[in-house]
């Protein structure tokens, strides 16, 4: 018996030692599971499949809501791990993907709840949010003194500052017309924030290049977030068509529409030429080379493109009434909510083995002291 117990306490102190584990190294970009649930389930929705939009926006909200009670966690009770994150050139850039989460929900809040006031609580959220992110990480990556190589430090990650820029002005184009009453100053601020995301992307991207055929290229170096150099203009694109159809009418947009329209169908040309070249390297890694199929919490970094690049081609068609790439929408939507299933299935059976493990540990605790108590009970009986 005192055996079984000891394996009992052993098994429960590994399951606790492993959510400490967890929590201790929650990676930055773990808010990339509420995009890329949120922009299927707003794809979804776009497409009429309303029922599906509606499941996935209900797993949405307490995935994000999750994943901020678990980053606050590691932030009070593991605060020198998650402080050395913000200085690290491989983790650091991740923390973007809170503000790009947060306009994600914000949309869906509009698009499926028509809530405009959570809408536009979450995007002065996510605007403060890329404020703090884009000034803390930058600068602290600036200033460090030991940094490493380009081939050590930059990967398709970093592009994760482009689409939170990109994102809050999506949500800005939707929500901010409705509470500023001078339609032309937002179309200002907000074009501008599309000006920067498209900038940083270029800056980013030319590295990202650079490091891809300059650099000895391993099938380890190939991580998921890697798709985000895709994703990133396809949101780019969501941003320009809803510059043009939410604030196409101010001053602003009207004399620069010719100019935001190019820049819209350049990101997503440039998006449409990053898939066959991500989707070749992707099977070089996998099948040439062999690398493993496992869940892995940045895989979320791999079906946010899928999906977000389904929305933005739904948006060109409306803008430029290309109805002949509607198709591309519609396949792009079942492509990112079939990875979206495979990805949540791997994180449900990681969930449900550590909840096996739980639950086996707690009931052959309670097993142990049930016969402890009958036993010290028979032993009472006896003595007396």
């Given at each position: 018996?005192?055996?079984?117990?000891?394996?009992?306490?052993?098994?429960?102190?590994?399951?606790?030692?492993?959510?400490?584990?967890?929590?201790?190294?929650?990676?930055?970009?773990?808010?990339?599971?509420?995009?890329?649930?949120?922009?299927?389930?707003?794809?979804?929705?776009?497409?009429?499949?309303?029922?599906?939009?509606?499941?996935?926006?209900?797993?949405n909200i307490p995935c994000y809501c999750l994943v901020?009670?678990?980053?606050?966690?590691?932030?009070?009770?593991?605060?020198?791990?998650?402080?050395?994150?913000?200085?690290?050139?491989?983790?650091?850039?991740?923390?973007?993907?809170?503000?790009?989460?947060?306009?994600?929900?914000?949309?869906?809040?509009?698009?499926?709840?028509?809530?405009?006031?959570?809408?536009?609580?979450?995007?002065?959220?996510?605007?403060?949010?890329?404020?703090?992110?884009?000034?803390?990480?930058?600068?602290?990556?600036?200033?460090?003194?030991?940094?490493?190589?380009?081939?050590?430090?930059?990967?398709?990650?970093?592009?994760?500052?482009?689409?939170?820029?990109?994102?809050?002005?999506?949500?800005?184009?939707?929500v901010l017309p409705h509470y500023v009453a001078d339609?032309?100053?937002?179309?200002?601020?907000?074009?501008?924030?599309?000006?920067?995301?498209?900038?940083?992307?270029?800056?980013?991207?030319?590295?990202?290049?650079?490091?891809?055929?300059?650099?000895?290229?391993?099938?380890?170096?190939?991580?998921?977030?890697?798709?985000?150099?895709?994703?990133?203009?396809?949101?780019?694109?969501?941003?320009?068509?809803?510059?043009?159809?939410?604030?196409?009418?101010?001053?602003?947009?009207?004399?620069?529409?010719?100019?935001?329209?190019?820049?819209?169908?350049?990101?997503?040309?440039?998006?449409?030429?990053?898939?066959?070249?991500?989707?070749?390297?992707?099977?070089?890694?996998?099948?040439?080379?062999?690398?493993?199929?496992?869940?892995?919490?940045?895989?979320?970094?791999?079906?946010?493109?899928?999906?977000?690049?389904?929305?933005?081609?739904?948006?060109?068609?409306?803008?430029?009434?290309?109805?002949?790439?509607?198709?591309?929408?519609?396949?792009?939507?079942?492509?990112?909510?079939?990875?979206?299933?495979?990805?949540?299935?791997?994180?449900?059976?990681?969930?449900?083995?550590?909840?096996?493990?739980?639950?086996?540990?707690?009931?052959?605790?309670?097993?142990?002291?049930?016969?402890?108590?009958?036993?010290?009970?028979?032993?009472?009986?006896?003595?007396?």
């Amino acid at each position: 018996m005192v055996k079984r117990q000891s394996e009992s306490h052993a098994t429960l102190g590994r399951v606790t030692q492993r959510v400490e584990r967890s929590i201790e190294t929650l990676h930055p970009s773990y808010f990339a599971a509420a995009m890329a649930t949120g922009i299927v389930s707003i794809a979804c929705w776009r497409l009429g499949l309303l029922a599906v939009a509606d499941l996935l926006f209900w797993v949405n909200i307490p995935c994000y809501c999750l994943v901020w009670l678990a980053t606050i966690a590691r932030a009070v009770f593991y605060r020198d791990a998650f402080l050395r994150d913000w200085t690290s050139h491989a983790r650091g850039p991740g923390f973007f993907t809170s503000v790009a989460a947060t306009c994600v929900v914000g949309l869906q809040f509009l698009l499926l709840r028509d809530d405009r006031v959570v809408a536009m609580a979450l995007w002065c959220l996510a605007a403060t949010l890329w404020m703090i992110c884009t000034y803390a990480i930058f600068v602290a990556l600036s200033i460090r003194e030991d940094k490493p190589s380009l081939a050590d430090g930059i990967n398709g990650g970093w592009l994760l500052a482009v689409v939170a820029t990109q994102s809050v002005c999506v949500l800005g184009c939707a929500v901010l017309p409705h509470y500023v009453a001078d339609r032309n100053a937002v179309a200002f601020v907000l074009t501008a924030c599309w000006l920067c995301g498209g900038m940083l992307y270029i800056w980013m991207i030319s590295l990202i290049f650079y490091r891809y055929t300059f650099f000895r290229f391993l099938p380890s170096d190939l991580m998921p977030p890697y798709w985000i150099n895709m994703g990133a203009v396809a949101i780019s694109t969501l941003a320009g068509t809803a510059l043009l159809g939410d604030l196409g009418d101010t001053a602003l947009i009207a004399s620069i529409k010719p100019f935001v329209q190019g820049f819209t169908i350049l990101y997503w040309a440039t998006a449409t030429w990053w898939i066959p070249m991500l989707l070749v390297l992707g099977i070089w890694r996998h099948f040439v080379r062999r690398i493993p199929l496992t869940y892995d919490p940045l895989y979320w970094g791999l079906v946010f493109p899928l999906g977000m690049y389904s929305v933005c081609t739904l948006r060109l068609v409306a803008t430029f009434e290309l109805s002949f790439l509607i198709w591309v929408s519609r396949g792009f939507a079942m492509v990112a909510l079939a990875a979206w299933l495979l990805t949540f299935f791997g994180l449900l059976s990681n969930g449900v083995y550590l909840l096996v493990l739980t639950v086996r540990s707690v009931a052959q605790s309670l097993q142990l002291t049930e016969r402890s108590s009958v036993r010290e009970s028979l032993i009472g009986g006896q003595t007396s």
